[in-house]
């Protein structure tokens, strides 16, 4: 099978890491699935930002927008709003540190680029929800996090339903990935969207054949950070699925992932570590 090694262009510079890197989740909504996630205040976003940094994350994402199962819709301007207070803090903590900007909005994402200085987009829509995303990821030059969702965060788990859930979301990437190549956007991430419109089963027939994904010859990034794919398996709620987290992750790490989005840093960068080690001898 095909390998690529993960490369991004980030300001210009085009960053081909030795190891996967860690991407440290900073909530700043009232209403995320994970209620130790949310980060609200000055001073309490100042010190995630710094935390994220401390415990070895490289990039920080900051989304204004939950996106949990059945989410309530935030207007632009809140979501502008909210970041825009967000990545002054962060800016002023962390310095030039790595952003990533977690929102559907083309308004939004050109917002927090040109004023802020973020440098990935992360779009759980795929360009879906907003029809102008794609044209301005070209306009703006940063990479882009395409993600695989069926629906909307409002009614993406209402009986979901897939044929073949690893073909239809290898088709959709390739397809999506053709179009952003068509705009000029090349330097593409892929995310295949655990738990947005999924089933269980569906999570964890992707998962099992993650490495599938590296045909598509893009970065990967993996999202599963104390999401219902660990919860309803084990019986158990977001607070206590650190250990269900850390198992998916190192998984993830072995079949190919370049990228862990998650709440939980510094276990991250220890799977990241202890899993580098290990295919030094695989």
């Given at each position: ?228 794919m660990v919860c309803k398996l084990l019986g158990i709620t977001p607070d206590d699925a650190l250990g269900g987290t850390t198992v998916l992750d190192t998984f993830a790490l072995m079949k190919g992932a370049d990228i862990l989005r998650v709440h939980d840093v510094r276990q991250a960068v220890e799977a990241v570590e202890i899993t580098s080690k290990l295919k030094q001898f695989g």
């Amino acid at each position: 099978m095909k390998q690529t090694t993960a490369s991004i262009n980030i300001s210009g510079t085009l960053v081909q890491p030795v190891r996967p890197l860690v991407m440290g989740i900073l909530n700043v909504t009232p209403d995320s699935f994970y209620p130790a996630s949310r980060v609200q205040g000055d001073a309490s976003i100042a010190a995630r930002a710094r935390q994220i940094i401390d415990e070895g994350g490289s990039i920080i994402d900051i989304g204004a927008y939950s996106s949990r199962p059945g989410a309530d819709d935030v207007p632009p301007d809140e979501e502008m709003r909210r970041l825009s207070h967000a990545l002054g803090i962060v800016r002023r903590e962390v310095g030039d540190v790595v952003c990533s900007i977690d929102t559907f909005r083309a308004d939004v994402a050109k917002m927090c680029v040109e004023e802020y200085g973020v440098t990935i987009v992360n779009d759980i829509s795929g360009g879906e929800l907003d029809d102008a995303m794609f044209d301005t990821v070209a306009r703006l030059k940063v990479p882009y996090v395409l993600m695989h969702m069926r629906g909307t965060p409002k009614d993406m788990q209402d009986a979901p339903h897939y044929d073949d859930v690893l073909g239809e979301v290898m088709l959709y990437l390739s397809e999506k990935v053709a179009a952003l190549n068509d705009k000029g956007v090349s330097d593409i991430i892929i995310d295949p969207g655990f738990g947005f419109g999924k089933t269980l089963d569906d999570n964890y027939r992707l998962m099992a054949s993650l490495d599938l994904f590296k045909e598509l010859e893009c970065p990967l990034l993996v999202g599963v950070s104390r999401k219902s794919m660990v919860c309803k398996l084990l019986g158990i709620t977001p607070d206590d699925a650190l250990g269900g987290t850390t198992v998916l992750d190192t998984f993830a790490l072995m079949k190919g992932a370049d990228i862990l989005r998650v709440h939980d840093v510094r276990q991250a960068v220890e799977a990241v570590e202890i899993t580098s080690k290990l295919k030094q001898f695989g």
